[in-house]
Nanobody, 124 residues
Framework: QVQLVESGGGLVQAGGSLRLSCAASGRTFSSYAMGWFRQAPGKEREFVAVINWSGGTTRYADSVKGRFIISRDNAKNAVYLEMNKLKPEDTAVYYC?????????????????WGQGTQVTVSS
């Protein structure tokens, strides 16, 4: 398993941007598909984006498609989520997760390592 630590959350006005980072420990980081999930108060955790081991394939939730970009740097054991045109409904705790698979899976049950989360708050 890998250890994951997110950073970069904060308070931003609607229409603004934030970049989340996730630092991973472990020598096998490049073997994992990496994902971002989010959980708003009173709601279930939902898929946001996923990237495969090489960075060549990405998938997004419809709600963030065209606004968010997931990327990774295997040399730095890091994955990022660039969030643009933020909306109040993007407010949530954002989690980084790792899945030992070559596929761009989207179900939380496929991910076996999770970070502690970082709060993103978008004001209207």
């Amino acid at each position: 398993q890998v250890q994951l630590v997110e950073s970069g959350g904060g308070l931003v006005q609607a229409g603004g941007s934030l970049r989340l980072s996730c630092a991973a420990s472990g020598r096998t980081f490049s073997s994992y598909a990496m994902g971002w999930f989010r959980q708003a108060p009173g709601k279930e955790r939902e898929f946001v984006a996923v990237i495969n081991w090489s960075g060549g394939t990405t998938r997004y939730a419809d709600s963030v498609k065209g606004r968010f970009i997931i990327s990774r740097d295997n040399a730095k054991n890091a994955v990022y989520l660039e969030m643009n045109k933020l909306k109040p409904e993007d407010t949530a705790v954002y989690y980084c997760a790792a899945a030992m698979t070559s596929f761009t899976v989207q179900s939380a049950s496929n991910f076996n390592s999770w970070g502690q989360g970082t709060q993103v708050t978008v004001s209207s």
